[in-house]
Structure formats: C-alpha cells, structure tokens
C-alpha cells in the first residue's frame, strides 16, 4: 500500500472518527485485512484480559486513557512484561482529543491532537509492512554520490527516451540530477541533520516498483524551497529549507522504473 493511500485513509478515519472503532480503523488504514481486525474485536486476537485495552501481538497495543495520564502511562506500560512479552511494536494511547504512541523498536515517540494524525501517518508505517531503512554507507560523501548519478543517469534515459526531444527537457534533466546530487551529498556530510533521512524517507513514501518516485521527488524539492511548512505532512516537515536557489525554479521529476528506484536508495 502506498504511503500517499494510508495517509487517504488516515484522514478519512479522523474525519468520520468514531470513538469505539477508532482503533479497528486505524489499523484497517494500514492495511490490516478486515478479517483480522473483525476477528480481533471478537476478542480471538486480542491478547490482554483487562477491560478497555487491545493487545495484538507483534501489532500494537491500545487503550483510552484519561488527560492527565497520557504521558505517564505510556510510560508504565511500556515497562509492563505482560505486554512487552506479546512484541507489540507500538503502544498507543488516547483520550480521543490527543494521541500518544510510542515505537517500541525505534524508542521513538508520538505527542500530538488526533486531527494532526493525518500529518504524522509515516509514524506507523511499519504496521503497513514499510520499515525504517538504514543505508550502512561509508564511503566518501562525493564518491558516492558521484557513482549513484552516472548509473541513474543511464537507467533514467531508458525510462524518458523523449527527454532529448527539445533543449527545455534537457535543461529540467540537469537540474533535476543537481538537486538529486545536492541530496545525496546533504545526506553523507550531515547537511541534512537526521541520519540517512533522505534515504529512509524515500523508502517509506516511495513504492518498490519506482512508479512514484518521481511525485515524492516533486513533493520533496518544493518542500526544500518552502520556508513556511505548515501546511505539509511532517515527513516533509523533518527537511530544512535550503536557499541559495537550486530548488526555485519548477520542475517535473523524471519517470522511475524498478531499477532506477533501488538505484537512489
């Protein structure tokens, strides 16, 4: 399932949000078969023996929980052997206004207002099957970056053979590769501040088969232009803005294939 799906289903579970299947909901938004989450609610699936909690092993842990207890009680449960021993990956609570959750793997943390949750769906994205890639790169930022572009630069003429019909196409191709350069080498040299963040985030927004890699691609450097980001999902909110004028003028990113895709990541 594409990140782009899960963040359609995510808003629309919030803005038809029902107290009672939110849970059900959100993991159904994730891609967990129906049947399953029916079986679930049925009680077949859920693990834990105390009233108001969801217990799904290797999936999550849920309960409403009151205000004042959020922060404290993420915290308490997951120290709890009970729950810690059925590998829930995440522990969410809420109040139905807020939403705390935390990533048991990564020991990353979720503060926000359920209605931001749309914003935030890359949290849960390993419910989807999507994990956190970590590239175990260590060789020479320019190096690097250098042999990555002279073998994309092959697989992306493949995939556009009209890219050198007109003197504009070859233009856009050229800054497209400089700014793809530019993130490449912001990754290796920590320009960009989190770790293999450019890399990580197109695994998870992209699909394996490159057919979107483009539109994230788009998405991705009118963000790095864009000093205001309000308005973005917090996946693109995680980049800085970079001035100096590489990412101003309007492009269309190149088609990706399977190839071409696993090339960049």
Request: glycine share 4%; net charge negative.
């Amino acid at each position: 399932m594409k990140s782009t799906e899960i963040k359609h289903n995510v808003q629309n579970l919030i803005d038809n949000f029902s107290k009672d299947e939110f849970v059900f909901d959100l993991l159904i938004a994730y891609g967990i078969s129906k049947t399953s989450v029916t079986r679930l609610k049925k009680g077949d699936y859920n693990l834990s023996k105390v009233d108001g909690e969801i217990l799904y092993k290797k999936k999550i842990f849920f309960k409403v929980e009151a205000t004042d207890k959020l922060l404290s009680s993420i915290e308490s449960i997951t120290k709890e052997e009970r729950i810690l021993k059925q590998q829930p990956r995440f522990a969410i609570l809420t109040d139905n206004k807020q939403i705390v959750a935390k990533d048991l793997k990564l020991g990353k943390n979720l503060d926000i207002k359920l209605k931001e949750l749309p914003n935030y769906h890359d949290f849960f994205l390993p419910l989807a099957g999507s994990e956190v890639y970590n590239s175990g790169n260590n060789n020479e930022a320019d190096r690097n970056a250098s042999y990555k572009m002279a073998s994309l630069y092959d697989l992306l003429i493949d995939e556009n053979p009209t890219i050198y019909n007109s003197k504009e196409s070859i233009h856009s191709l050229n800054i497209f590769l400089s700014r793809l350069l530019f993130c490449f080498f912001a990754e290796d040299t920590e320009i960009f501040k989190d770790e293999s963040i450019f890399t990580n985030t197109l695994v998870q927004h992209t699909t394996q088969d490159g057919l979107d890699t483009n539109l994230f691609l788009d998405d991705l450097f009118d963000r790095l232009n864009t000093e205001n980001v309000e308005h973005l999902p917090e996946y693109l909110r995680k980049f800085e803005y970079v001035n100096g004028g590489l990412f101003g003028q309007k492009i269309n990113a190149p088609l990706f294939n399977f190839k071409a895709e696993k090339d960049i990541n």
